[in-house]
């Protein structure tokens, strides 16, 4: 099992950037596929973005294209997801989650994920 800690959420205005974290312990880092998912009030959980072990491969859903980066640190156990050009559409909680198993190196199914965090609001005003 691994314990996740988000962090970095906040409130920002449209056009704006947030950084969030994502602080794994439990389990050797570099052996985790990592990713981000958010939910938005009244919709499901959507996949974000995803990220390879050692950070080679990433993944992003279409509508966050050239506008969030994911990125990791394996030193500090800890992922990263940069948001930039930030639009309220982007508003939601927003999850780090951890994959355990398996031999693909990056993943956008929530289901093939295996620990999740408590989540952090991002809030975008327009």
């Known amino acids: 099992q691994v314990q996740l800690v988000e962090s970095g959420g906040g409130l920002v205005q449209a056009g704006g950037s947030l950084r969030l974290s994502c602080a794994a312990s439990g389990r050797t880092f570099s052996s985790i596929i990592m990713g981000w998912f958010r939910q938005a009030p009244g919709k499901e959980r959507e996949f974000v973005a995803t990220i390879s072990r050692y950070g080679g491969s990433t993944d992003y859903t279409d509508s966050v294209k050239g506008r969030f980066a994911i990125s990791r640190d394996n030193a500090k156990n800890t992922v990263y997801l940069q948001m930039n050009s930030l639009k309220s559409e982007d508003t939601a909680v927003y999850y780090c989650?951890?994959?355990?198993?398996?031999?693909?190196?990056?993943?956008?199914?929530?289901?093939?994920?295996?620990?999740w965090g408590q989540g952090t609001q991002v809030t975008v005003s327009s």
């Open positions: 989650a951890a994959k355990l198993f398996g031999l693909t190196d990056t993943s956008r199914k929530s289901t093939e994920y295996d620990s």
